[in-house]
T-cell receptor, first 111, second 112 residues
Framework: QKEVEQDPGPLSVPEGAIVSLNCTYS??????FMWYRQYSRKGPELLMY????GNKEDGRFTAQVDKSSKYISLFIRDSQPSDSATYLC???????????FGEGTQLTVNP | DAGVTQSPTHLIKTRGQQVTLRCSPK?????VSWYQQALGQGPQFIFQ???????QRGNFPDRFSGHQFPNYSSELNVNALLLGDSALYLC???FGIGYEQYFGPGTRLTVT
């Protein structure tokens, strides 16, 4: 069983839709939760970074962490065609160092 | 402020050869991590360098080795290349223990 599970999609939505992206994990040691956006043939770009449980909002993006369920989400409001990319969840234990990634969800926002 | 830079952008090698990839961290960062990303997969952690020493290593064979220089830049070396080593190699930099890691554009390695 993988430590981090992420639905690979692909996910296709119309412009303006609310997008929900999700990951589950099995390692209770994970304390830091990140979302990265990766455009085709580029490096991942850090979008959101959350410590432990709770919500964090940044513009159109909201990250949620539920440690009791080992479940994290990223919501994108008023989605734009420029949001079309692969979204990767990543996690890290308190001891730091290594990020453990999901396999990524490919999102397409249609004009 | 320059972000993480990597060189070369693309590389084609033959099975059995050796390759060296290079990374310069973001200004102010002192820690470099290397990841391998196969097509359609998430990045897999190879190792991390801090204070010129390997701090942690992922599940990769000894053919993968690295180095960090006093200016915090880093190299990833892969010996005896296999076809399965074809991937995007990503370098990420951070400060200290590395909770926020920022990635470079990657080096795409093709082994034929």
């Amino acid at each position: 069983q993988k430590e981090v599970e992420q639905d690979p999609g692909p996910l296709s939505v119309p412009e303006g839709a609310i997008v929900s992206l999700n990951c589950t994990y099995s390692n209770s040691a994970f304390q830091y939760f990140m979302w990265y956006r990766q455009y085709s043939r580029k490096g991942p770009e850090l979008l959101m970074y959350t410590y432990s449980s709770g919500n964090k909002e940044d513009g159109r993006f909201t990250a949620q962490v539920d440690k009791s369920s080992k479940y994290i989400s990223l919501f994108i409001r008023d989605s734009q065609p420029s949001d079309s990319a692969t979204y990767l969840c990543a996690m890290m234990a308190a001891s730091g160092s290594r990020l453990t990634f999901g396999e990524g969800t490919q999102l397409t926002v249609n004009p | 402020d320059a972000g993480v830079t990597q060189s070369p952008t693309h590389l084609i090698k033959t099975r059995g050869q050796q390759v060296t990839l290079r990374c310069s961290p973001k200004s102010g960062h002192d820690t470099v991590s290397w990841y391998q990303q196969a097509l359609g997969q998430g990045p897999q952690f190879i190792f991390q360098y801090y204070e010129e020493e390997e701090r942690q290593r992922g599940n990769f064979p000894d053919r993968f080795s690295g180095h960090q220089f006093p200016n915090y830049s880093s190299e990833l070396n892969v010996n005896a290349l296999l076809l399965g080593d074809s991937a995007l190699y990503l370098c990420a930099s951070s400060f200290g223990i590395g909770y926020e890691q920022y990635f470079g554009p990657g080096t795409r390695l093709t082994v034929t």
